[in-house]
């Protein structure tokens, strides 16, 4: 067999290759477009009654989180860095009363059951036993809605001075 120049071997590897490259996007694109075409259609069409439930959900969550930064931001004041706002603790009584979206009911529980715990603690603090008891009597049965195994008065204390502990400003730290 009589030797070629490489330069013609190499020009038809590169045609062999290009037209590998050409017949590989052609295809492609067809099952591309043959995929996109008969897919199934998209979840994000709502009905009416959904897209009203998700925007409910939606608005309590926001309203738990507006009442957590509230509780954050009232902490900065002296006075009321030892235990959590009664006012707070009234609001999430009443989204727990009016909630209305019922899958939202546990996230309400805890952050109330919470708030009873390191308000009665605040309170022993204060030395009102009495009202220190009536919360933590209020958060036992919450906790124990949640499927809690541990929801004892020795129990709810340490979890109230761990929520306490995150309310009030480490030492060397300035408010």
């Not at 590989?24 to 439930?53: C, F, M, N």
């Not at 738990?64 to 707070?88: C, H, M, N, V, W």
């Not at 308000?119 to 009597?137: H, K, W």
Request: glycine residues 6%; aromatic residues 10%.
């Amino acid at each position: 067999m009589p030797r070629k120049p490489i330069g013609v071997w190499s020009s038809i590897a590169l045609v062999i290759l290009c037209l590998g490259f050409w017949a590989g996007w052609k295809v492609g694109e067809r099952i591309a477009v043959y995929a996109y075409k008969h897919r199934t259609p998209p979840p994000d069409s709502l009905s009416p009654s959904e897209a009203a439930q998700i925007d409910s959900a939606l608005s309590e969550l926001y309203q738990i989180q507006i009442f957590a930064a509230y509780s954050e931001i009232s902490s900065g004041d002296s006075r009321l860095r030892k235990q959590p706002s009664p006012k707070t603790i009234r609001v999430l009584e009443k989204l727990r009363k009016t909630g209305k979206v019922q899958e939202l009911q546990p996230v309400v529980d805890l952050n109330l059951a919470y708030g009873y715990a390191a308000a009665a603690v605040g309170m022993e603090e204060d030395g009102n036993t009495q009202a220190a008891s009536t919360y933590l009597r209020s958060a036992q049965p919450l906790f124990q809605s949640l499927g809690w195994k541990d929801y004892s008065d020795e129990a709810l204390r340490s979890l109230g001075e761990e929520e306490l502990a995150t309310w009030r400003p480490r030492p060397g730290e300035a408010r």
